[in-house]
């Protein structure tokens, strides 16, 4: 498995909002639901939902979800990688030495 740091974003949520779009499309063509579940191997409560939210609110997306916002900024997390990738044997007491010299709060 690649570091956390080198891990490229999945195309999962692009390949769900073009799935989305294909099930509104069927639908609005007239499609029954199990039909449309057939085609695009979504489940018929899922491609039902999908529709009526779309019919309801105009949108595919995600709701926005719950939960406690991120406490780094990104360019804290940018620093803290460069700290890591400059010394990677360094042990976490000197790493947290270096971040706390930058004025970091990890």
Known sequence: MAPLHT???SLKPIKKG???HEVV???DLGWEYKRISKKTRV???TVHG???RYRMYGRLDDAPRS???TLLSVAN???IERAVENDTRASLNDLTERLHSLQLKV
């Open 7 to 9: 891990h490229k974003p």
């Open 18 to 20: 073009i799935q989305r």
């Open 25 to 27: 499309v069927l639908a």
């Open 43 to 45: 489940p018929v409560p």
């Open 50 to 52: 999908i529709v009526q």
């Open 67 to 69: 939960g406690r916002p």
């Open 77 to 79: 997390l940018q620093a």
